[in-house]
């Protein structure tokens, strides 16, 4: 596929043109489509460009794959360019968030560690578009940190519970990556305030608790 996107561009200059893989992908500014007669149909010209080119070197393709528009899934995250944003397409946000509450809603509590590693694949997926949803994790590593036995039953404690319903909950609500201003959390969003330091020896943290609360409890 390197040769071939070498070609694309340094030969046809089909400028801008990426890969991941096998799927190429690029944006088209021209303001009309081209024709493409294998398919009976019309694309942008440098999507017919390319698919030309596939055809002289003998590189088999399907017009089902050759998508465009304002916005597509690439590699599985939708690419708004309008929007300037990279989310999930709402159906595979509903499937995952289905997904981690049928895990969650074992009646035993227990599952076995395949299914494990499967769900933590899926939410790491994820990440790529909501990475703030990170921490949500750190408890599920920790749980199964050191076992192997593929259908060896795990128990979900109410830790795994707590961060992975609140893993699905917000993002069935997330509107992605924005390209053009990334949303940090500010220190005054934080519930509570870790401090932390280091020695070669060991590592030390603190958290201090509000007045009110402390004397709450």
Known sequence: MSLVLWIAVRILFILALLAYIDDSFSHDTAMHLAYYA???DWFPPKQVLLLKLWDFIGLPHEKDKQEFGRSLVITGILVDPSSMTLTLPPESISALVAAIRDFLSAPTRRRPLVEWWRKLGWMNWALNVAPLLRPALSSAYDKIAG?????????INAQIKRDWSWFADTI???D???ILRARNWR???AHLTFYCDASLEMMGYCYSIPLRRARNH
């Open 38 to 40: 294998p398919y009976d």
């Open 172 to 174: 069935e609500g997330w």
């Open 187 to 189: 220190p005054s969003d």
């Open 147 to 155: 076992l192997s036995v593929r259908n060896a039953p795990v128990f």
């Open 176 to 178: 992605g990556v924005h």
